[in-house]
């Protein structure tokens, strides 16, 4: 599964670079390097199958690596207020909130540093955390799980940005030979590009 998802997240980055799965440079070679180390952590995290399935939790986790630092482990802090001393409130390669210390639903993560939210397993599996919170607090479907981690709580109804994440992980799941997720429509053109990339695309094979 690794080298699967590995081989459908390239794909999807090609969307918007062409050429970065051959391109012959130490600045590409990194990246790739940066998305198979993040592909792995996706696939183990993903094992527990809490969610929904093996292969579609993956997915999940996939999306959400892909729109907050495009799978690079080592992303720059986010989420920053500009001040005369810049703060920066997200971390790691999927961008969790340091407040997540002190939210007591996630009490278990109290103790978690930044050093470690930057690690990929770890990052991973944080998020993992949270959207098993989210599925068993919110309910409904994966779109509304990906909105409530975008908005730290459950939304009356799925955000845009939770419809998009949840077409690119049904898009993802779909080309790793899993139909365990619900079909998401993409809300805009640019999503479409890219859930097609990958769902037409042979990489998977």
């Known amino acids: 599964m690794n080298e699967i998802l590995y081989a459908i997240l390239m794909t999807l ?6 050429g970065i799965i051959a391109k012959d440079d130490e600045k590409a070679a990194q990246y790739r390097d940066g998305v198979r180390v993040m592909a792995s952590a996706y696939v183990e995290v ?3 199958g809490a969610l929904v399935s093996p292969r579609a939790d993956a997915a999940l986790l996939a999306a959400i690596g892909y729109e ?3 799978h690079r482990p080592r992303i720059k802090d986010g989420d920053c207020d500009f ?11 999927m961008q969790i909130s340091k407040g997540i210390r002190r939210w ?6 109290a103790s978690v540093t930044d050093a470690q939210l930057r ?4 990052a991973v599996t944080v998020a993992y955390s949270m959207l098993r919170h989210y599925k068993a607090k919110c309910g409904l479907g994966p779109d509304v799980w990906l909105s409530a981690y975008a908005m730290g709580r459950c939304p009356k109804q799925a955000i845009r940005l939770g419809r998009r994440r949840a077409a690119l992980a049904w898009a993802i799941a779909t080309a790793a030979n899993s139909d365990d997720l619900p079909r998401i429509v993409a809300p805009d053109a640019k999503t479409k590009r890219k859930v097609d990339a990958i769902t037409t695309d042979e990489a998977s094979e």
């Open 13 to 18: 980055a090609a969307v918007e670079s062409p």
């Open 46 to 48: 993903g094992k527990a």
């Open 68 to 70: 907050e630092s495009r």
């Open 83 to 93: 001040a005369a001393v810049p703060t920066c409130h997200s971390v790691g390669p």
């Open 104 to 109: 007591p639903e996630f009490r278990r993560w």
């Open 119 to 122: 690690e990929p397993m770890t």
